[in-house]
């Protein structure tokens, strides 16, 4: 067993998940994070997807800096700020046509929540107050507060809290490549979207508010890329039914997987979209709700949103916001990240060749990963004992890459970890990625291989 990382440090007082000690972060620049002993980590990651176009960027720090002298809070109902209102222009600019009105949070789960209160504030404003139930996907993540968390698919994060909130309908989560189906083949994205008019229909589709979806999985699926015909689907059958589509672009959205937003990659145009992570890409804590204006306008003529967050808007986070977008624009780092993303892609293909317990590499652009599997054929998981997703992960950590790992716990699918550096990344990264990646993979090696020949 490799031993988590400790530093001879005192106890601390802060605490997250557990009492898991990590080193102390010095300094980071670009790809790059040196911790406090001077070791040197290529962010393989970007944090949680959120570092996107890399860390310590001079535009940005120039930006913040800037708005810094001039006021870092202005609240929303007393004050209107440039940086809050030219950051939603630039935004809405990006979004499909219509999108036009853009709500400032400042994190994933709050743009998740935003969009399921102006979903049904939507409905109670256009007469349609049966309609509340959110159906969402098995497995999925959409955020840790109560709300984003009853349509989460993930039993450990979600379980305990039950009784708490009004869990939500799901269906299965596309995953062809367990199910043995051909992701290429329309008639694959036609199977599991029929899952969904199934549910609504089961559901009573009077009763039913949204469907929400990442268009390219996250955390919860691992870079799932739906099967042919899929998005499309969906987005006809929500609109026959009246069901308003949410995508959830929190981890896919700002320009990682080479298009802007996921959804832009099929051409799909949902209701609301929830953006986080590469938004704020780590220089400040941001996200954003946005609505179609059919959605917010009658909304606000009605009586408004009756929902909003103290921090929404601040402008230093949206002065950080706004030169993100500015970077992403002026070095052209989303067609970067199509290109790197498939160089990478087809470099993590190559290692299937030497390590037989890797049994999927998947995702678009710079949100890939790879699954680990005990069988190819039947792609059955690693025995859970082996506890891959946190010792590959250490692994790889020892050799300076930082990978994001987890486990699905659903009984089929197993451990993935994702590779996502910062889309800022060259050629010379991924050889850097996937030399690191081959030594870790190499000390894992012994375990899986045993655990294959039972
Ligand atoms: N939705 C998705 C798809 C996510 O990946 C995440 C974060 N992993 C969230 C919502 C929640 O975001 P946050 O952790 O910023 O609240």
Not at 86 to 108: C, D, H, I, Q, Y
Not at 322 to 328: Q, Y
Not at 393 to 412: H, Q
Not at 418 to 447: R, Y
Request: proline residues 6%; negative net charge; hydrophobic residues 45%.
């Amino acid at each position: 067993m490799t031993q988590p990382l400790l530093n001879a440090r005192p106890e601390s007082h802060l605490f997250y998940q557990t009492r898991a000690r990590r080193p102390v972060l010095a300094e980071a620049r670009d790809l790059h994070i040196w911790d406090v002993e001077g070791k040197r980590y290529l962010d393989g990651s970007s944090g949680a997807m959120v570092s996107n176009i890399g860390h310590s960027h001079p535009h940005v720090l120039a930006a913040m800096r800037a708005q810094m002298d001039k006021s870092t809070f202005g609240y929303r109902l007393h004050f209107e700020t440039d940086p809050s209102e030219r950051l939603a222009a630039k935004t809405a600019a990006l979004m499909p046509e219509g999108m036009e009105k853009v709500f400032f949070v400042s994190g994933g789960s709050e743009a998740v929540e935003s969009a399921l209160k102006i979903a049904r504030q939507y409905a109670l404003a256009t007469g349609q107050g049966s309609r509340w139930k959110v159906i969402s996907r098995q497995p999925s993540y959409h955020g840790c507060t109560l709300g984003a968390l009853a349509i989460t698919g993930y039993g450990p994060l979600a379980d305990p809290f039950a009784p708490m909130m009004r869990v939500m309908p799901k269906i299965p989560a596309p995953r062809a490549y367990l199910d043995g189906l051909d992701a290429d083949d329309p008639a694959t994205g036609a199977h599991y979207a029929a899952m969904l008019e199934a549910e609504i229909i089961a559901q009573g589709a009077d009763s039913v508010l949204a469907f929400i979806v990442e268009p390219i999985g996250g955390a919860s699926t691992g870079a799932l890329v739906p099967p042919a015909g899929y998005m499309q689907a969906v987005r006809e059958i929500c609109t026959r039914h009246g069901v308003l589509l949410i995508h959830d672009e929190v981890m896919c959205g700002g320009g990682r997987t080479g298009a802007f937003l996921g959804g832009d990659h099929w051409g799909v145009a949902p209701d609301i979209i929830a953006l986080s992570k590469g938004f704020g890409a780590g220089y400040a804590p941001l996200g954003a709700m946005i609505a179609h204006d059919r959605i917010v306008n009658p909304v606000l003529d009605q009586g408004g949103f009756a929902h909003g967050f103290t921090y929404a808007g601040n402008p230093l986070a949206c002065a950080a916001g706004l030169a993100v977008l500015e970077v992403i624009e002026a070095e052209g780092l989303t067609a970067n990240a199509a290109r790197i993303g498939a160089l990478l892609k087809s470099r993590l293909e190559g290692l299937m060749d030497r390590f037989p317990f890797i049994g999927d590499v998947r995702g678009k652009g710079l949100l890939l990963a790879f699954e680990l599997v005990a069988d190819r054929q039947t792609m059955d998981p690693l025995p859970a004992e082996l506890n891959a997703y946190v010792e590959l992960v250490e692994l790889a950590y020892a050799e300076g890459l930082i990978i994001y790992a987890r486990r699905t716990r659903d009984g089929r699918a197993g451990d993935h970890f994702l590779v996502c550096p910062p889309m800022t990344a060259t050629e010379t990264h991924v050889d850097e990625i996937i030399d690191k990646l081959t030594a870790a993979l190499s000390a894992f090696a012994p375990q899986a291989l045993r655990a294959m020949a039972q």
